[in-house]
C-alpha cells in the first residue's frame, strides 16, 4: 500500500491554474492569491497545456497600425496628367489617423516636405516623369508602420503643335 501510494506520488504534481485581470488564462507550480489547485496524476504533469490563445500571439496591440483601408484613391494609378495641371492626393483610412501616429509620402522614393499627416494636398506643376507616390502611416509609439498602395501616375508636355494649345 505504502509502495503504491510512494508511485503515486512521484507522479502527481500540483498546477495553479488563474485568470489575469485581461482574461487570459495562467498555469505555474507556484502559488498565486486565488489560483485554483490542479492535481495532475500522468507522466507529462510538468507539460500542462491550456487550450485557451495565448493573449500575447492573439491579441493585437493596442499601438499596432492596422488599417482596414489605408490606399490613395487620387491619382488613379496609370493616370496621365498634361503640362500644367496639378495633381490632386487622397488617401482614404479605415479608421482616421490616430493622435499618436504619423503619415509621410514619398514621392519617386524621396519624402514629400511639409505634407506630413495630410490626407489630401495637391502637387504643384510637376515635370514632365513617371511618378509613384505611397503614404506610410508610422506609429510613434510602438515604430510600427503600414504602407498604402503604391500608384504609379505620368506627367506629359504637350507639344506647341499639339491641337490642346488652341487659343
Do not use: C
Request: hydrophobic share 40%; net charge negative.
Amino acid at each position: 500500500m505504502v509502495a503504491a501510494l510512494a508511485a503515486f506520488a512521484a507522479q502527481a504534481a500540483v498546477i495553479y491554474k488563474w485568470t489575469d485581470a485581461d482574461g487570459v488564462v495562467h498555469y505555474s507550480d507556484q502559488a498565486v492569491p486565488g489560483a485554483e489547485k490542479i492535481y495532475t496524476t500522468n507522466s507529462t504533469a510538468g507539460t500542462v497545456r491550456s487550450s485557451a490563445p495565448r493573449a500575447a500571439a492573439t491579441a493585437q496591440k493596442p499601438d499596432a497600425v492596422v488599417y482596414s483601408q489605408l490606399m490613395i484613391t487620387s491619382p488613379k494609378s496609370e493616370e496621365t496628367f498634361f503640362g500644367d495641371n496639378a495633381v490632386s492626393v487622397q488617401l482614404d483610412m479605415v479608421p482616421s489617423l490616430q493622435f499618436n501616429q504619423t503619415i509621410i509620402w514619398h514621392l519617386n522614393g524621396q519624402e514629400l516636405q511639409g505634407q506630413i499627416n495630410q490626407t489630401s494636398f495637391v502637387l504643384p506643376r510637376l515635370d514632365r516623369n513617371t511618378y509613384t507616390l505611397a503614404a506610410t502611416v508610422t506609429d510613434q509609439t510602438s515604430g510600427e508602420s503600414q504602407t498604402s498602395n503604391l500608384v504609379t501616375f505620368y506627367v506629359r508636355q504637350p507639344s506647341a503643335l499639339s491641337p490642346q494649345h488652341k487659343n
